[in-house]
């Protein structure tokens, strides 16, 4: 199987972590993309996702298997002994409450990145405040236990994955101080092996 990903997508550093955790890693052959990048350099990840994003998992078979949401609930399945994402019942419910959550975070997130790159006469001040809301209403609305040793479910690697993805592309929004119970979750998620090896690279 190989992985296209870019070393600085959130999505893809949740699909990398969950590599990780579930002890695939040495399976996926991971091949770094940038999807924003000139078009004559992606046709191989149009190919396996016509959307052209990232991360996609292209399958023994050569099927591309996308978004980071389908590509981590087949991942699980490979690894069941391990499980992130529980079979059945109220706790799946939250598990994947809790991942949509952070990935809305993350698109909220994101649109903002691409907007605040573009000339500002075309910026949309409304959508810019609307994304600016969302992410701190939701930020508000996380709850956690202590981060364990390692995270205990999909959800948690996705709330790690995205409040990081803040402090790495948005820190001025300094969701830490209105937040300090989320921002010491956050600490102690810092040590999982998993978040230390999938870190962005500084200053891209
Ligand atoms: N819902 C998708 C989102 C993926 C996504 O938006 N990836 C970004 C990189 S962080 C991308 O490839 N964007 C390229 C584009 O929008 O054209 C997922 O969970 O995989």
């Known amino acids: 199987m190989q992985l296209l990903y870019s070393p600085t997508s959130p999505y893809a550093r949740k699909v990398r972590m969950v590599l990780i955790e579930l002890g695939l890693d040495r399976e996926v052959q991971q091949i770094a993309c940038d ?30 298997v996308f978004d980071s949401r389908v590509i981590c609930d087949h991942l699980d399945r490979l690894a069941p002994s391990r499980g992130l994402i529980p079979i059945a ?56 236990e202590n981060a364990g040793e390692a995270p205990r479910d999909l959800g948690e690697i996705a709330t790690a994955v995205a409040l990081d993805y803040l402090l790495f592309r948005l820190p001025s929004l300094d969701w830490q101080s209105t937040n300090p119970a989320m921002a010491d979750w956050l600490a102690g998620a810092c040590a999982w092996r998993s978040f230390g090896a999938t870190r962005p690279p500084a200053g891209v």
């Open 35 to 64: 999807p924003m990048g000139e078009a004559a350099k992606l046709a191989e990840l149009v190919a396996a996702n016509p959307l052209g994003k990232v991360p996609v998992l292209i399958l023994t078979d050569g099927l591309g």
């Open 89 to 144: 019942g109220a706790h799946r419910d939250r598990v994947l409450a809790t991942q949509a959550l952070a990935d809305g975070i993350l698109d909220a997130a994101f649109s903002t990145v691409v907007e605040r790159r573009r000339p500002p006469e075309e910026r949309s001040a409304s959508w810019l405040a609307r994304w600016e809301a969302a992410i701190r209403r939701s930020v508000a609305a996380m709850r956690n």
